[in-house]
């Protein structure tokens, strides 16, 4: 499969909690992004990479999310002290550079916080 | 919040009928995407939209892209089951190479 991975596919944790997803994008693609999505709703942007800087950040992300690709590789979102709020679907595409481009979505990693 | 918004938000129809859902943007856009999401599934990515007025058409599928290009709209004609899912336009609202999604329409077919 040459999609976008991500892994894991659900976690349930507990209040206070820190907890780390893991996305791996089309091998080719140096753009990775984060989304959120919740019942009802479009995904939420979350942040951007092209290759390993971090572009672009949601002014609405809490100081408790923060987000990685070392090696323009792979991307990690942790997210720590979880609260109930944070429970939704957490959505990680990549594309490719330049122009205007489709953006392909990975499974997701559904987070229940209780 | 969210500056793109989709009407309705909610759709049932009997297979056959036809399906319209509209986007609407507060700013102009460079280009509008359209994705489609099935029941527990991901968006997956339908088609871009750049040019003024642009009409695109995917088998039963019709996209257009607003004169102004603050307005999209995707149609489907003789819906069948195999539409149902959550259709969302997205367009790079907040920055150039990221997408706001639109909360989606649901379109529910009923054989």
């Known amino acids: 499969d040459t999609g976008v991975s991500q892994d894991p596919r659900h976690k349930i944790t507990k209040r206070g909690q820190n907890v780390t997803f893991r996305c791996d994008p089309i091998s080719e693609h140096n753009r990775l992004y984060w989304y959120r999505q919740t019942l009802g709703q479009g995904p939420e942007f979350l942040t951007y990479f092209q290759n390993e800087a971090q572009l672009e950040k949601s002014r609405l992300l809490s100081d408790r999310f923060s987000a990685e690709r070392p090696k323009g590789s792979f991307s990690t979102l942790e997210i720590q002290r979880t609260e109930q709020g944070d429970s939704a679907m957490y959505l990680c595409?990549?594309?490719?550079?330049?122009?205007?481009?489709?953006?392909?979505f990975g499974q997701g990693t559904r987070l229940t916080v209780v | 919040g969210q500056q793109v918004m989709q009407i309705p938000q909610y759709q049932h129809v009997q297979e056959g009928e036809d399906f319209t859902t509209y986007c609407n943007s507060s700013?102009?856009?460079?280009?509008i995407q359209w994705y489609k999401q099935r029941p527990g599934g991901h968006p997956v990515f339908l088609i871009q939209?750049?040019?003024?007025?642009e009409v695109k058409k995917q088998k039963r599928l019709t996209f257009q892209f607003g004169e102004a290009k603050k307005n999209s709209s995707l149609h489907i004609t003789a819906t069948q089951t195999t539409d149902v899912g959550t259709y969302f336009c997205?367009?790079?609202?907040?920055?150039?190479?990221?997408?706001?999604f639109g909360k989606g329409t649901m379109l529910l077919v009923s054989p």
């Open positions: 595409a990549s594309s490719t550079g330049g122009g205007y481009t489709e953006a392909f």
């Open positions: 997205a367009g790079p609202i907040s920055g150039y190479s990221t997408l706001t």
């Open positions: 939209l750049v040019k003024s007025g």
């Open positions: 700013t102009t856009l460079s280009n």
